[in-house]
C-alpha cells in the first residue's frame, strides 16, 4: 500500500508510522478556560424572532391541537401466569431431550 502524504500542519501531531497514534508529546494541553455568558431562553429567541406576548401566552402557544387517535394496538400475550407456565413447559421439553440452553446449570 502507497504512503499517504500527510498535510503539514497535522506532521507535527500525527505520527503515520505508528498506526495512527496521536504523538503525545507534541499536543500541549490547553488551561481551563472561563465559563461563557448564559444563553438566552427559549423565550427570548421566540420574541426576537416575532413573538409578542407574555412568557406565559408563549407556553400557552406550545399546546397544539389534539390529534386523531390512533388505531387498537394487537393483543398482548397473556397473563405473566401463562407466560411462566409456558417457560416450565420448555423448560421441561429441554430437560427431557437434554438440550443445553445455556443456562447455569
Not at 5 to 33: F, W
Amino acid at each position: 500500500m502507497a504512503k499517504q502524504r500527510v498535510p503539514r500542519t497535522l506532521q507535527t501531531t500525527y505520527d503515520t508510522d505508528r498506526s495512527g497514534q496521536i504523538d503525545e508529546d507534541a499536543v500541549e494541553g490547553g488551561g481551563s478556560g472561563s465559563d461563557g455568558d448564559d444563553g438566552a431562553s427559549a423565550y427570548e429567541i421566540a420574541v426576537d424572532n416575532g413573538f409578542e406576548g407574555s412568557e406565559s401566552d408563549w407556553l400557552e402557544s406550545l399546546q397544539g391541537s389534539d390529534g386523531e387517535d390512533g388505531s387498537d394496538g394487537d393483543d398482548g400475550f397473556g397473563t405473566e401466569e401463562q407466560y411462566n407456565s409456558i417457560l416450565a413447559r420448555l423448560s421441561t421439553i429441554e430437560d427431557e431431550l437434554d438440550i443445553d440452553n445455556g443456562g447455569d446449570d
